[in-house]
C-alpha cells in the first residue's frame, strides 16, 4: 500500500489539537528504553491505534502511545514503541509517524533502540552514538515520492547530525557517561543473527546491528529533519562460544538497565539545544 499526502495530513489534524504548536522534538524510544518517557510530563498520551493510519506496536517492550508533553520545560513528543518490518507493516506504515511528525513541525528526531554488538570491544550496557548506517532492509522511499516532503533522491551523506553528536559528547564528558560511537546496521529480523552473518557484518563495516532505526533516518532526512541516534548493546553478537544463546527478554532487560544513562544524555542534548 502507498499512503498519499492527505492519510498524513489526517492523522495530523487529529494531533494537532493534542500537540503544542512549540514542539519541535520527537523520540523514538527503543525497546526497553521507557525511563526517558517516565521523565516526560506528559499533557496527553495518545494511543496509537486511535490516530488515523498509525498502525499497532506489537514488539516486547514497546507500550503503543504517543506522548505529548514536557522534558524539563521543553516541548517533545515521544513514540513509547516504534513499528518494525519483521512485524509484517509494510515500510508506508513503518515509517508513517516521522511524515506526520514533519507536518506536525517537528525539526528534529531522535532515535534510540537496542542492538547488538558486532565490534568486539563494546560490552553489553555501551551506549553507542550512531555515526552512520549500513540499509540491509526495504528502502523506505521505494515507490511514488511526495514531493511535499522531499526530493526524488535525497542526499544522506549526514544522516547523523554532526553537531548533535558533539553535543552528545560534551554531554557525557559532563555526566561522567562513556560513550561509544559506530555505524549500525539494519537488518530485517526478527531471528538473531548466526555467527557467520555476525562476521560478514562486522567485515561490511558494522558496530552494532539491529532491526529498526534506519527507515525512519531516511524518511526523516528525506523530509528535513535532523537527527540524533542512539544505540544501548544489549548482547554480543560476536560471541560465538559454544553456551552463548541470544534472548529477547535479555535484551529487554539489558535496555531497561542502561536506559537512566541514555535518558540522562537525551535530556541533556535536549536542554542545550533548545
Not at 21 to 33: F, M, N, R, V
Not at 195 to 201: I, K
Request: net charge neutral; glycine share 10%.
Amino acid at each position: 500500500m502507498e499512503f498519499t499526502l492527505k492519510d498524513y495530513q489526517e492523522a495530523a489534524k487529529y494531533l494537532r489539537p493534542l500537540v503544542p504548536t512549540e514542539t519541535k522534538i520527537a523520540i523514538t524510544l527503543g525497546s526497553g528504553l521507557g525511563a526517558l518517557a517516565d521523565k516526560i510530563k506528559a499533557t496527553r498520551i495518545i494511543p496509537y491505534t486511535d490516530i488515523p493510519h498509525f498502525p499497532k506496536s506489537t514488539a516486547i517492550g514497546h507500550k503503543g502511545n504517543l506522548i505529548a508533553g514536557t522534558l524539563d520545560g521543553i516541548p517533545v513528543l515521544a513514540m513509547q514503541g516504534r513499528f518494525h518490518y519483521y512485524e509484517g507493516y509494510p515500510m508506508e506504515k513503518v515509517t508513517f509517524h516521522v511524515r506526520v511528525f514533519k507536518l506536525l513541525g517537528i525539526e528534529t528526531l531522535f532515535v534510540s533502540n537496542a542492538a547488538g554488538g558486532l565490534d568486539r570491544s563494546f560490552k553489553v550496557g555501551d551506549l553507542m552514538v550512531i555515526r552512520d548506517h549500513i540499509n540491509l532492509l526495504p528502502n523506505p522511499l521505494i515507490g511514488a515520492n511526495i514531493e511535499e516532503f522531499g526530493p526524488r533522491f535525497p542526499d544522506m551523506t549526514r544522516p547523523y547530525d554532526p553537531t548533535l553528536r558533539k553535543i552528545a559528547r560534551d554531554v557525557a564528558d559532563d555526566l561522567g557517561i562513556k560513550l561509544q560511537e559506530g555505524v549500525y546496521i539494519g537488518w530485517t529480523g526478527p531471528s538473531y543473527e548466526t555467527p557467520a552473518e555476525c562476521l560478514f557484518l562486522e567485515k561490511i563495516g558494522g558496530n552494532a546491528i539491529g532491526m529498526s532505526t534506519v527507515p525512519e533516518v531516511i524518511v526523516a532526512r528525506h523530509a528535513g529533519l535532523r537527527v540524533f541516534g542512539m544505540s544501548c548493546i544489549t548482547n554480543e553478537s560476536f560471541n560465538t562460544s559454544g553456551d552463548y544463546v541470544n534472548d529477547g527478554d535479555d535484551v529487554v532487560k539489558q535496555a531497561n538497565a542502561a536506559s537512566e544513562r541514555m535518558s540522562a544524555l537525551f535530556a541533556g542534548i535536549i536542554k542545550r539545544i533548545s
